[in-house]
């Protein structure tokens, strides 16, 4: 059986199995043969049908395997091409100003440091030269947490100067030091939101002039 494709295949069977092939109507017409020829010529018939559902069979399994090996070579994947780089993500557009200010900075000499967002009292405000009774530390302007467990009161740092005190503390001049990050303060409108970025410096030293 010499068919090349699947349909073909099926062309074959049909032709002489189908309904009207040529096999089926000689087996459909066996009871219009004399008695006495109708053995001999229904075995033959029989074992026709049988070799050409062997034939058949064999075929099959030969052309769905190629069918298969053709397909898997249209599907199959290079593994020695390079691969796909994946989509990198950015920075966000805060992150990178502070990343590309401390870089600044930092190319003049300056140390970035950084501090707790939840300060004690004394270094976002006694320390700083703010009294009790400033502004500033209204309850509509600071957020006020509970104290700490040894009592001193704790608020989210409203500003970054707190990182100041805590790098001078046991460092002596010359000192140059940068203190990006977040802050926190009771404002919220359409310019203002309760968190937001700061960068302070300071730079002591002799024979500093502006």
Not at 2 to 17: E, G, T, Y
Request: charged share 25%.
């Amino acid at each position: 059986m010499q068919a090349r494709s699947l349909a073909d295949l099926d062309q074959v069977r049909v032709r002489f199995l189908g309904r009207k092939g040529s096999l089926t109507q000689i087996l459909r017409g066996l009871g219009e043969v004399p008695a006495t020829e109708r053995p001999l010529l229904g075995d033959l018939a029989n074992r026709i049908k049988e070799t050409f559902n062997q034939a058949y069979s064999t075929r099959l399994e030969t052309l769905k395997s190629q069918e298969l090996e053709g397909r898997l070579q249209q599907e199959s994947v290079d593994v020695t091409l390079p691969g796909r780089i994946p989509p990198l993500g950015g920075l966000h557009p805060l992150t990178r100003a502070m990343s590309e200010i401390s870089a600044f900075f930092q190319g003049a000499g300056f140390i970035t440091a950084t501090g707790p967002e939840v300060e004690t009292d004394w270094h976002n405000f006694e320390a700083l030269n703010i009294p009790a009774d400033h502004p500033a530390r209204e309850m509509h302007d600071t957020f006020y947490l509970p104290p700490a467990p040894d009592g001193r009161r704790r608020v989210l740092r409203t500003h970054t100067s707190p990182v100041q005190i805590r790098y001078m503390e046991g460092r002596r001049p010359p000192l140059r030091v940068i203190a990006p990050g977040r802050v926190y303060r009771c404002d919220s409108d359409l310019t203002h939101t309760p968190m937001f970025h700061q960068v302070e410096g300071f730079l002591v030293d002799e024979g500093v002039h502006f």
